[in-house]
């Protein structure tokens, strides 16, 4: 089966999916479209085993066909991370630079070591061995909050500013830092032999690398745009530096996401303000907003019929149903001491904790990284495990957070504000 075929599919069902959730289910578009999808996916197993197994096979065929690490972080990632970047200020970015860059590097190193040591305990006394190295990759791969289901889920959430720009800076930041540190984990638990040098070395060349390139290559695309006045050829110029930008940072090894986020914050904020006329931005607006709602609804298809390959057995969904609450907890731990560090001569209120901590969704990239890890005998229970506490994230939290929200966002927007300055 080629690409075309794929592509059309997907986007098929997609569109039946964002139609039949339009019309009957009313859910956030994303969470609805991967809950049909996931639906469907359960009534295709269950008719497989006990009606008509002959209509499980041509769905298994047609995931098989589809690399779901290749297809997401070396695919849609640009797109979606450059879409959302793009319609965040970088001067608000600024002035919670304190809290995100907390919560994106010592906060997924708090919660790596603390999801990967529970879990380490947990799968020990559910008779599933699993070595403590595989464990902290496990932690290291469901830390980072996805920025592809938080940023969709915030757009309808109604968080107040403040909130919004912590929650979605840090979640487009964190992804690249827990790429990293999930990559070097990887070779930790391959047998590589890599000294402290030598992690600090591929840490420093892939978290600041990505940073330095996509300032680089976001000026150069400022300066292109700046120096054009039509709307086409802006808004190709963001498309090429959104996936162009992209593959050559792999190529050079620098951490892609970081760079395709930091020239997506540099066009959003300074090229919309000074080398866009009018006519331009809104055009621009309404593309990079299409392509982020076309490639979400793929994107959560995709996660909803995952299901129909996931290695899913009893103890492995009991061993799900231990770790969501580990990991609730060890982001809530993350958080409380970032905000603690950030205290100034005063106490925050049980919402800001709980806002960060409850808002912070694990999604696809998580599920990606998961399935990218090379067949083994550990493989199978960190890739149900992971679809597990992403689907609860996505359903559960995604669900939910709007009630939190709307109870204690003003007053912990208040509150991280006096903290950050």
Same mark, same amino acid.
């Given at each position: ?55 499980? $096979? ?18 849609? *990632? &640009? ?32 919660? $790596? ?5 529970? $879990? ?8 599933? #061995?699993? !070595?403590?190295? +595989? ?8 830390? #980072?909050?996805? #920025?592809?289901?938080?940023? =969709? ?6 968080? #107040? ?16 830092? =827990? ?29 600041? =690398? =990505? ?16 120096? $054009? ?19 050559? &940072?792999? &190529?050079?090894?620098?951490?892609? !996401? ?95 904790? *709980? ?5 912070? *969704? ?11 890890? !090379?067949?083994?005998? +550990? ?28 109870? +204690? ?13």
């Amino acid at each position: 089966m080629g690409v075309f075929d794929i592509s059309a599919i997907l986007l098929t069902l997609a569109a039946l999916f964002s139609f039949i959730n339009y019309r009957f289910v009313r859910l956030p578009m994303t969470i609805g479209v991967m809950v049909i999808a996931l639906a469907a996916s359960l009534v295709v197993v269950l008719a497989g085993e006990l009606v008509a197994p002959q209509l499980k $096979t041509p769905a298994e065929y047609l995931l098989s066909q589809i690399d779901f690490d290749e297809t997401v972080l070396h695919g849609m *990632l &640009a797109l979606l991370l450059f879409a959302g970047a793009l319609h965040i200020n970088l001067g608000d970015l600024g002035e919670q630079k304190g809290a995100i860059a907390l919560l994106a590097t010592v906060g997924i190193a708090v919660s $790596t070591l603390l999801i990967g040591s529970m $879990t380490w305990l947990v799968l020990g006394w559910l008779a599933i #061995p699993v !070595p403590f190295i +595989y464990c902290l990759l496990f932690g290291s791969l469901i830390s #980072p909050t996805d #920025p592809i289901a938080v940023l =969709g889920i915030l757009k309808t959430a109604g968080a #107040p500013r403040s909130l919004e720009t912590k929650t979605a800076g840090e979640s487009l930041f964190n992804d690249g830092i =827990g790429v990293v540190v999930f990559l070097v984990l990887l070779q930790v638990a391959q047998g590589e032999d890599l000294g402290a040098g030598d992690v600090a070395w591929l840490f420093i060349k892939e978290a600041a =690398g =990505g940073l330095v390139f996509g300032l680089a290559i976001g000026v150069v695309a400022y300066q292109l745009l700046k120096r $054009t006045d039509n709307y086409q050829v802006e808004i190709m110029t963001t498309l090429a530096l959104a996936m162009g930008g992209y593959a050559l &940072a792999e &190529a050079l090894h620098v951490s892609a !996401p970081i760079a395709v986020v930091v020239a997506g914050l540099l066009i959003g904020t300074q090229g919309r303000s000074f080398a866009m006329s009018d006519v331009t931005r809104e055009r621009l607006d309404s593309f990079w907003e299409l392509i982020d709602e076309i490639l979400n609804a793929v994107l959560f298809v995709l996660i909803g019929l995952e299901v129909l390959v996931m290695p899913i057995t009893g103890g492995y969904l009991v061993a799900a149903l231990a770790i969501i609450p580990i990991t609730l907890l060890a982001r809530f731990i993350s958080v409380w001491g970032v905000l603690a560090a950030l205290r100034r001569r005063r106490d925050f209120s049980p919402g800001a904790e *709980l806002i960060l901590t409850w808002g912070g *969704l694990r999604g696809a990239i998580s599920v990606a990284m998961a399935l990218s890890l !090379p067949s083994g005998e +550990y493989r199978s229970v960190i890739v149900a495990i992971t679809y597990g506490v992403v689907i609860f994230s996505i359903i559960v939290q995604g669900l939910t957070i709007s009630r939190l929200i709307k109870r +204690y966002g003003k007053e912990a927007a208040a509150e991280l504000d006096a903290a950050t300055g």
